[in-house]
Each structure stands twice: as structure tokens, then as C-alpha cells.
T-cell receptor
Framework: DTGVSQDPRHKITKRGQNVTFRCDPISEHNRLYWYRQTLGQGPEFLTYFQNEAQLEKSRLLSDRFSAERPKGSFSTLEIQRTEQGDSAMYLC???????????FGSGTQLSVL | AQSVTQLGSHVSVSEGALVLLRCNYSSSVPPYLFWYVQYPNQGLQLLLKYTTGATLVKGINGFEAEFKKSETSFHLTKPSAHMSDAAEYFCAVSESGGNEKLTFGTGTRLTIIP
């Protein structure tokens, strides 16, 4: 059990650029979640997957955001045409099944200049 | 809709003193309640979880929380603070019974005074 891994740890980009983050969940975890945490706030739910199926998306996830989990293993979160308001910590979490313990990664810190 | 309010964004206690972190929730259905801890440069870790049954829940590292429906509260306590308890603590609620769509509070930063 190597834990939930997120890459990169930090990303600095210019406004208008596209960015992509990767999350590797714990092996055999079927569920994968994305959250966003801004300074001084708690994490906010963005979306989650059951295997490769994206089951729910928050209204926070605008059309510029897209998440995939093509083979039911790792997941990517892409933000197109980044805005300064996208600056946040993006957290990934996984669990074996619904109701089981949630394991969080250390997050990807995005700064949009 | 569900929501969580954490009273006090910063709490300082002396080493060995009682730790009390407050959490009040709002939920339209019987809630599932969580406390998570976040150490610097680490991911959130589950401290404890209330689902149904016994209202006093014991977690890791000597922490416990009591679900009080009449007060819509789920306060976190530890009898004796340790330096290693310094971290940020988040209360969260779920109406689904699972881990989907957790709603987190804004967090309480706990500082331990030597």
C-alpha cells in the first residue's frame, strides 16, 4: 500500500494555459474522488468515479474542467483556459468501495498567474 | 442541503490540556459525520466517523467525538494534548452514507503550547 499519489506536487501556470493533473489511487480501490481546497476553506467536492465511470459532477466543475479515468486505475483532471480563480489545492482520494475508508493524496497546488 | 460550521479557525491549548474542537452540522437526513486531520504537506487522514449506533465515537491518537442530535453537534475532544497533535482539523458531513460528496467545514488550526 503506497498510498494515493498525485503529480505534480506544484504547478505554476499563466492565465489562459491548459493544465493536467494526475492521480494514482491505491491499488484495487474502485472509487476515486477529486476535491478542491482554496486557502482558508475546507475541501469541496468536484467529482467521483466508480471504476471508469464518472458518477457525479459538482456544479463547481465548469465546462473548462474535465476528469477521466480511462482504465479504472489512474485519473486525470484537466483545466482548460485557466483563470486566477482556479488557483487552489486539488486533492484526490480513493476508497475500496462506498462506505469504506477514504484515503487522500497530498494534493497538487495550482497557482495561476 | 448539508453544511458544517466549525467554530474557531484557530485554537491554542497547552500541552497536557484538554482539546475541544467544535463542529455543528445541518442536514436534512440523519447525517454521517467525520473528523479529518491534515498535517503539513500530508493528505487528509480520517480520525473518526459516526454512522449510526453509539453516539460516542473513539478514533485514532486518543481523540473522540460525541454526536448530539438535539444540539446538531459533533465536537472533537482529547483529554490531554500532545505536541504532535498540532495540525488542521476538518469536520465533514455526508448524507449519502458513503464517502461521496463530503461537505467539509472550513477547518480549525490547532496549536499546542509547550
Amino acid at each position: 500500500d503506497t498510498g494515493v499519489s498525485q503529480d505534480p506536487r506544484h504547478k505554476i501556470t499563466k492565465r489562459g494555459q491548459n493544465v493536467t493533473f494526475r492521480c494514482d489511487p491505491i491499488s484495487e480501490h474502485n472509487r476515486l474522488y477529486w476535491y478542491r481546497q482554496t486557502l482558508g476553506q475546507g475541501p469541496e467536492f468536484l467529482t467521483y468515479f466508480q471504476n471508469e465511470a464518472q458518477l457525479e459532477k459538482s456544479r463547481l466543475l465548469s465546462d473548462r474542467f474535465s476528469a477521466e479515468r480511462p482504465k479504472g486505475s489512474f485519473s486525470t483532471l484537466e483545466i482548460q483556459r485557466t483563470e486566477q480563480g482556479d488557483s487552489a489545492m486539488y486533492l484526490c482520494a480513493s476508497s475500496y468501495r462506498t462506505g469504506s475508508k477514504l484515503f487522500f493524496g497530498s494534493g497538487t497546488q495550482l497557482s495561476v498567474l | 442541503a448539508q453544511s458544517v460550521t466549525q467554530l474557531g479557525s484557530h485554537v491554542s491549548v497547552s500541552e497536557g490540556a484538554l482539546v475541544l474542537l467544535r463542529c455543528n452540522y445541518s442536514s436534512s437526513v440523519p447525517p454521517y459525520l467525520f473528523w479529518y486531520v491534515q498535517y503539513p504537506n500530508q493528505g487528509l487522514q480520517l480520525l473518526l466517523k459516526y454512522t449510526t449506533g453509539a453516539t460516542l465515537v473513539k478514533g485514532i491518537n486518543g481523540f473522540e467525538a460525541e454526536f448530539k442530535k438535539s444540539e446538531t453537534s459533533f465536537h472533537l475532544t482529547k483529554p490531554s494534548a500532545h505536541m504532535s497533535d498540532a495540525a488542521e482539523y476538518f469536520c465533514a458531513v455526508s448524507e449519502s452514507g458513503g464517502n461521496e460528496k463530503l461537505t467539509f467545514g472550513t477547518g480549525t488550526r490547532l496549536t499546542i503550547i509547550p
